[in-house]
T-cell receptor, first 114, second 112 residues
């Protein structure tokens, strides 16, 4: 069985500061990992995904994440936060055992202060 | 390319009623998945349809069902609604497998 844990349901950063959102996963087979963002009253938008190629994955809007198998982690980072980054962020895992259904973490709400 | 569309966007029902939600995937996508989002349980996978066949199913009661048509459009039905069914229901389309899932804006269902 697979699962995802997102540490910190709320994260607050200053505009221009580093954004770090944590995600740890468990999977008994090679996982595929994703970060999605959700703005109020909208669906989910894919930021980036890891599918067993490069361990450092670059996504949209300046976000990137690094797959670390030894730590079973896939943390999301952005060097400099913008006000427009304020949203809910979800880490998700899928694998062949789950039929590639997305298994989401509980989400982290990012607040960006001026 | 048009994105994933879901209708209606908002719905209010009473306990015991049934409801049907609709999802039109991105043109060319044959896989449609449904997810339920609630504050308490978060995002949970309901089921996936591929080429009119249910290919995968989450852990939901039989009151939740779905189908897919030959044009890949999908519907999900919830019978005998309960208060706990109040949620945002998200539809996602993809080419299948591990390919990217594109999400629609969701249908917000409120059960009174």
């Amino acid at each position: 069985a697979q699962s995802v844990t997102q540490l910190g349901s709320h994260v607050s950063v200053s505009e221009g500061a580093l954004v770090l959102l944590r995600c740890n996963y468990s999977s008994s087979v090679p996982p595929y990992l994703f970060w999605y963002v959700q703005y109020p009253n909208q669906g989910l938008q894919l930021l980036l995904k890891y599918t067993s190629a490069a361990t450092l994955v670059k996504g949209i809007n300046g976000f990137e994440a690094e797959f670390k198998k030894s730590e079973t982690s896939f943390h999301l980072t952005k060097p400099s936060a913008h006000m427009s980054d304020a949203a809910e962020y979800f880490c998700a895992v899928s694998d062949s055992d789950s039929g590639y259904a997305l298994n989401f973490g509980k989400g982290t709400s990012l607040l960006v202060t001026p | 390319k048009a994105g994933v569309t879901q209708t209606p966007r908002y719905l209010i029902k009473t306990r015991g009623q049934q409801v049907t939600l609709s999802c039109s995937p991105i043109s060319g996508h044959r896989s449609v998945s449904w997810y339920q989002q609630t504050p308490g349980q978060g995002l949970q996978f309901l089921f996936e349809y591929f080429s009119e066949t249910q290919r995968n199913k989450g852990n939901f009661p039989g009151r939740f069902s779905g189908r897919q048509f030959s044009n890949s459009r999908s519907e999900m039905n919830v019978s005998t609604l309960e208060l706990g069914d109040s949620a945002l229901y998200l539809c996602a389309s993809s080419s299948g497998g591990v390919s990217e899932q594109f999400f629609g804006p969701g249908t917000r269902l409120t059960v009174l």
